[in-house]
């Protein structure tokens, strides 16, 4: 069966600072992988997706992601934190061939300080 | 505006008594899909449609009901809701597999 483990419950930054967000994934063939924030109140956006290709991604609002099967990871990051970030970070992990059962981690909590 | 659009975004109810969560996408998308969302929990899926009168169970599907009668509509039915389906409930759409989904707003259930 997929899986999520996303290992950090809540992660505070500093404004400005580097931020990276960790993802594991559990997945039998290549998979779909996703990141989605969710701001206080709302649905959930798609910040990026990875299937196939360059292994480093880039998605929307200066987030970038990268691939690594050999650890299936795929580790969410931004050079420099704005307040605005502060959200909530979900990873999610897709089957191929159009098979929609998407699994989602347990979300990390984004705290930003100024 | 390309949209997925739920109603009610807020309903409380007794335990018994049967409900319908409407959710329409405006974007002509094949798959569709519903989650609730617990604290701690992340995302659930509870069912998912890969077409009309295609659908399949998610994680947990357990005192649902969906239908897919048409291409734009997949409506989340609780026949007999209990208290432990209160929960934040997302409909989400998707053009194919590696898009990702476009979600709707959220419907807060609350069952007493």
């Known amino acids: 069966a997929q899986s999520v483990t996303q290992p950090d419950i809540h992660i505070t930054v500093s404004e400005g600072a580097s931020l990276e967000l960790r993802c594991n994934y559990s997945?039998?063939?290549?998979?779909?992988l996703f990141w989605y924030v969710q701001s206080p109140g709302q649905g959930l956006q798609l910040l990026l997706k990875y299937f196939s290709g360059d292994t480093l991604v880039q998605g929307i609002k200066g987030f970038e992601a990268e691939f690594k099967r050999s650890q299936s990871s795929f580790n969410l990051r931004k050079p420099s934190v704005h307040w605005s970030d502060a959200a909530e970070y979900f990873c999610?992990?897709?089957?191929?061939?159009?098979?929609?059962?998407?699994?989602f981690g347990t979300g990390t909590k984004l705290q930003v300080i100024p | 505006e390309a949209q997925v659009t739920q109603n009610p975004r807020y309903l409380i109810t007794v335990t018994g008594k049967k409900l319908t969560v409407t959710c329409s996408q405006n974007?002509?998308?094949?798959?569709m899909s519903w989650y609730r969302q617990d604290p701690g929990l992340g995302l659930r899926q509870i069912y998912y449609s890969m077409n009309v009168e295609v659908t399949d169970k998610g994680d947990v599907p357990e005192g649902y009901k969906v239908s897919r009668k048409e291409k734009r509509n997949f409506p989340l039915i609780l026949e007999s809701p209990s208290p432990n389906q209160t929960s934040l409930y997302f409909c989400a759409s998707s053009p194919f597999g590696e898009d990702g989904y476009t979600f709707g707003s959220g419907t807060r259930l609350t069952v007493v």
């Open positions: 997945y039998g063939a290549t998979p779909y």
């Open positions: 974007m002509n998308h094949e798959y």
């Open positions: 999610a992990v897709g089957g191929t061939g159009g098979y929609q059962k998407v699994t």
